[in-house]
């Protein structure tokens, strides 16, 4: 996808390291700070669920769309759910369309992991007919405008999109097998709130929500997601630097801080369509 | 040809209200009115300006922007656009790649630039003993000036000489580079206020990239956000007051927390 | 979906209200609820955002750019590129998130709808690269995506001789009416899409499937230009007002001191 040669000038490599010295970076945060978060929820109708997150001057959209098939023969007895991810030509000049690369791959599969091992969607409570039918929930996100950390951007539109999802209810006869779709709307069963923290390491210092220039110049990438009762649901390290222990101690303590307040905020979102979670 | 074939009058034209006669013919929009493409501008014998195209004697708009009178062009000074490269603009650019004479530079234009060795150093260079890479490498930032560009060839580069050649440290932010020409201002006002009030050593590249080197972030920060307040108010009136505030309000601000 | 029946229910059986009006109260001629921005993304050279009916569209334009891989540059002019995509949500059933023929042959009809506008020949050997993104399809959304890819073009400052706009006619229950929604689209007789130039009066783009008599297709082009030219002047109010309020805001600032 970064088709194009994407050359960052000595000066900005220089310019963001001689910062990071002094705990400082090129757009005057702290090391452990997100960028402003914007959310609109349910701007799809036609989506059963969806949102659009601008973090910084990064922009994704991410809409769930809820159908009926066959569960995955070795869990029978548990829904479907998928994530998936387009890298849209729109959202950057490095971008270039054609089937999902590596890049847009692990973005899918780390956004995936954080919802499903955190439990997010009861996917038993997703079950129609045991070992036959079962509601399939797609969770796609689309990326619209590129500026750094499309981990905590597409991670934060996936839960509220689940989240604010209204599914129609159904009718199942188990006899014929015949399903039907009623009128009614329901929501789908959320038993968590999965929140990603990503961090970029430039020359050994580690900052919190990196933008693309500082994306740019990172050696290495960590991805730490957390369920609401602080346990580890999802780690992801990428880029070809190395990380310690000390950088894994340090990923965890800031989480422990940074997460929540992430949470409140998708919680007060969906406060509105859920009622108290 | 058209789908409606013209029952338009040439002198009465649907919409136009404010007309101007000139010996050249007329026109009909207020100076520095907001046009769009397509918009037609005059009638008669003038000529056809930057953003502005001709059909048989009527003028049109060709890009958003703010349409103009001078001495006999019609034109229209573009509010948007990428950087085309003109002989004789300076630019900074950032080495791409390496051949064995030259280095590919891109200068944020869609025609890649090329600098030959000899318009980089003092002496000769000899592709047998030296190496181009030993000189400027991928990533270097360089300050150059277009020798030459006529949109078949790509653009080639002086970068020796008073002004020209290799940056260090600083840091770089890049504008639209239609707002270029506010960020400098009337005869060289606007940057240099910015010079004056933050202290800092700034170059600014036709091609819409700014380098800034201060004696600290803050001040090279103060910059940064100048330039955004300029990039966006581009094309308001009193700017140069207003961005004056900015920078004296914003020391003010953090001489304070200091305290 | 093997073996699971899905019992949906049908929609109502006339496209026309009691009063004679359509579904959505609209008369023939009446266009449906339009809105557009431009300037809606940081990254793209030029961008617009239009919501037409239901319809969500992203429009991004990059460039003149450089083109790679470079034996595709023509050496006279740009190479004009498009590209029509539907996000896998933008309708009622899932869609594959892989392009399939349609969204091939609209990108093409759609760039061959804006390349008559652009001055190419300013930039030869570059490439001029229109992306356009379905969020949300609601019938017409080639149209649509015309409209909001020329608002991108411009705040691109892509010389252009012209703006293109696009509206569809279509002939729903043996009448003509204009900009069809996605119900009418689908339980109509039959759908023009089409796209203007509008202030040179010329068409740059002309579809259509279902069945027409030639009466009734030349009534249609009349709908549709007219349709074309009131959505036209959105698209001019638009970009003019971008600019204007920065100046409005300022001045507003200036009164405050």
């Not at chain 2, 932010?173 to 960020?183: F, L, M, N």
């Amino acid at each position: 996808m970064v088709g194009l040669s994407e050359v960052t000038s000595a000066i900005e490599r220089e310019h963001i390291s001689s910062l990071l010295v002094h705990g400082k970076r090129i757009d005057d945060r702290g090391l452990f700070e997100f960028r402003n978060i914007e959310v609109e929820v349910s701007p799809i109708e036609k989506a059963e669920g969806s949102a659009q997150v601008v973090l910084g001057g990064t922009k994704v959209v991410a809409g769930v769309k809820v159908d009926v098939g066959p569960p995955f023969s070795d869990t029978p007895n548990k829904g479907v759910l998928t994530c998936n991810a387009e890298l849209t030509p729109i959202a950057s000049p490095f971008f270039e369309s054609g089937p999902p690369d590596e890049q847009t791959v692990e973005l899918a599969r780390v956004v995936d992991r954080g919802i499903r091992e955190s439990k997010a969607v009861d996917l038993e409570k997703l079950v129609l007919i045991p070992g036959e039918k079962v509601r399939v929930c797609f969770v796609d996100v689309y990326v619209l405008d590129y500026d750094g950390n499309l981990f905590d951007a597409s991670e934060i539109a996936a839960s509220v999109a689940l989240m604010a999802a209204k599914v129609p209810e159904v009718e199942v006869n188990e006899d014929t097998g015949e399903i039907t779709v009623l009128d009614k709307k329901q929501l789908l069963p959320i038993s968590n709130i999965p929140v990603s923290a990503t961090f970029a390491k430039i020359d050994g210092v580690l900052v919190l929500d990196p933008c693309l220039k500082e994306e740019r110049v990172q050696d290495a990438r960590i991805t730490m997601t957390s369920t609401q009762e602080g346990n580890i649901c999802a780690f992801q390290k990428g880029g070809i630097g190395t990380i310690t222990l000390e950088d894994v101690d340090t990923v965890i303590e800031v989480v422990k801080e940074k997460a929540e307040p992430v949470r409140d905020l998708i919680r007060e979102l969906t406060k509105e369509v859920r009622g108290e979670i | 040809m058209g789908y409606n074939n013209g029952n338009n009058d040439d002198d009465e034209v649907e919409g136009i209200v404010h007309v101007v006669e000139t010996e050249e013919g007329k026109f009909f929009f207020e100076r520095f009115q907001i046009v769009i493409p397509g918009t037609l501008l005059g009638k008669g014998r003038f000529k056809a300006g930057e953003g502005c195209y001709r059909e048989n004697d009527d003028f049109y708009a060709s890009v958003v922007g703010l349409a103009d009178f001078r001495e006999g062009f019609i034109m229209v000074v573009p509010l948007e656009g990428i950087y085309i490269p003109k002989e004789e603009d300076i630019v900074i650019g950032t080495i791409m790649d390496t051949r064995i004479t030259s280095w590919r530079v891109d200068i944020r234009a869609p025609y890649e630039a090329i600098l030959t060795a000899s318009n980089f150093l003092d002496k000769p260079f000899s592709p047998v003993y030296d190496d181009v890479r030993d000189i400027l490498s991928i990533g270097d930032v360089i300050v150059a000036k277009i020798l030459s560009f006529d949109r078949t060839r790509d653009p080639i580069l002086m970068a020796k000489g008073q002004g020209l050649g290799r940056l260090h440290s600083g840091r770089i932010i890049e504008i639209r580079p239609t707002k270029v020409p506010r960020v400098i201002g009337k005869r060289g006002s606007m940057i240099n206020l910015l010079k004056r009030e933050t202290g800092c050593r700034i170059v600014v590249g036709q091609n819409g990239r700014i380098w800034v080197s201060g004696r600290s972030f803050e001040d090279e920060y103060l910059v940064v956000q100048a330039l955004k307040k300029i990039e966006r108010e581009a094309h308001t009136s009193g700017l140069t007051d207003r961005v004056k505030d900015l920078i004296r309000n914003e020391k003010e601000r953090r001489h304070k927390e200091s305290e | 979906m093997n073996n699971v029946t899905l019992v949906r229910k049908e929609p109502s059986e006339s496209l026309f209200r009691e009063d004679g009006l359509r579904l959505d109260g609209r008369g023939l001629d009446e266009l449906r609820p339009i809105r557009m921005e431009v300037g809606v993304l940081n990254n793209a050279d030029g961008s617009a955002y239009v919501e037409h009916g239901k319809n969500k569209i992203v429009a991004a334009v990059y460039g003149p750019r450089e083109l790679h891989p470079k034996h595709l540059a023509l050496p006279d002019k740009a190479l004009v590129r498009c590209e029509y995509r539907m996000a896998t949500f933008s309708v009622e059933e899932r869609k594959s998130p892989a392009p399939g023929r349609r969204e091939v042959e609209l990108s093409k009809v759609i760039r061959e709808s804006l390349e008559p506008a652009i001055f190419v020949y300013k930039y030869p050997r570059a490439t001029i690269d229109v992306f356009v993104q379905i969020l949300q399809a609601d019938g017409g959304t080639r149209c649509a995506s015309i409209t909001a890819a020329a608002l991108a073009l411009a705040d691109a400052g892509v010389p252009m001789r012209d703006l293109v706009v696009g509206c569809a006619v279509g002939k729903i229950e043996g009448k003509v009416a204009v900009d069809l929604s996605d119900v009418e689209d689908k339980l109509g007789e039959g759908d023009i899409p089409m796209a203007l130039m509008p202030t040179k009066k010329v068409i740059t783009l002309l579809q259509s499937d279902g069945d027409f008599t030639p009466e009734e297709f030349k009534q249609a082009l009349e709908m549709g230009i007219a349709a074309c030219e009131k959505i036209y002047e959105m698209q001019r109010d638009i970009l003019i007002e971008r600019y204007s309020k920065v100046r409005e805001e300022v001045a507003e600032e200036q009164e405050e001191e």
